[in-house]
Each structure stands twice: as structure tokens, then as C-alpha cells.
């Protein structure tokens, strides 16, 4: 069963899961902010995604951080904020089983 990461306010991720229930694609729901982020569940996304790819530059949470965190990222370090703040990460998140798709396009969820 595929797996849906995001955030249940985002209204991307709204349009990602709507996709999904339209094409009546069987899916679960992980909510970061709810569910969390665990060191296992990162690694294995970041398996399919480079870890500068997954880290969210844009969000209200990278904005908030202390200038000193956002200094000189490198994968480590990015790795650290993400489990430390699971809304860094990009989304929604598609984990397919096969790949994970970053973000959400129309095209890419109808040729699931």
C-alpha cells in the first residue's frame, strides 16, 4: 500500500490525497507534524530522494529557525533538522513502494 506523507492543513497535500481517493488508489495518511519523523523512516526515504532535494528551504519552519542552524548545511545537518522539525521536509511525499514522488503533479499521480 502506497504511503502519503504531509501535514494535514497543506493544501497541496489536500490536492495529492484527493488525486488518490479519485483514482480510488488505496493509500495511508502519515501526518508528519502528528505522526512524526523517525531516523529509520528518514533513512529510508532518503534512499530514493537526495537529502538537499528533501529539505524544505521555503516553509514557515526553515524561516523560523535560527540563523545558526540554517548555516552551512550540509547532509548531516539537514538530516539532524528534519528529525528535529519533520515540517522541513518537502511535501507531500508519495512513497510508492517503488519511488517516492516529491511534491505533487497531476501527471505523475495519474500514471500510478
Known amino acids: 500500500m502506497m504511503t502519503l506523507f504531509g501535514i494535514k492543513n497543506c493544501d497541496t497535500c489536500r490536492k495529492a490525497r484527493k488525486a488518490l481517493e479519485g483514482q480510488g488508489q488505496p493509500?495511508?495518511?502519515?501526518?508528519?507534524r502528528e505522526d512524526g519523523l523517525s531516523a529509520p523512516l528518514l533513512e529510508h526515504i532518503l534512499e530514493r530522494v537526495?537529502?538537499?532535494?528533501?529539505?524544505?528551504?521555503r516553509s514557515t519552519t526553515w524561516r523560523q529557525l535560527p540563523d545558526e542552524?540554517?548555516?552551512?548545511?550540509?547532509?548531516?545537518?539537514?538530516?539532524?533538522?528534519?528529525?528535529?522539525h519533520p515540517t522541513l521536509l518537502k511535501r507531500p511525499l508519495l512513497d510508492t513502494g517503488e519511488e517516492i514522488l516529491v511534491g505533487f503533479r497531476n501527471d505523475h499521480y495519474d500514471t500510478l
Request: proline fraction near 3%; charged fraction near 30%; hydrophobic fraction near 50%.
Open 27 to 32: 493509500f495511508q495518511f502519515h501526518d508528519l
Open 50 to 57: 537526495p537529502v538537499l532535494t528533501l529539505l524544505n528551504k
Open 69 to 84: 542552524d540554517k548555516a552551512d548545511i550540509d547532509a548531516n545537518k539537514a538530516r539532524e533538522l528534519m528529525l528535529a
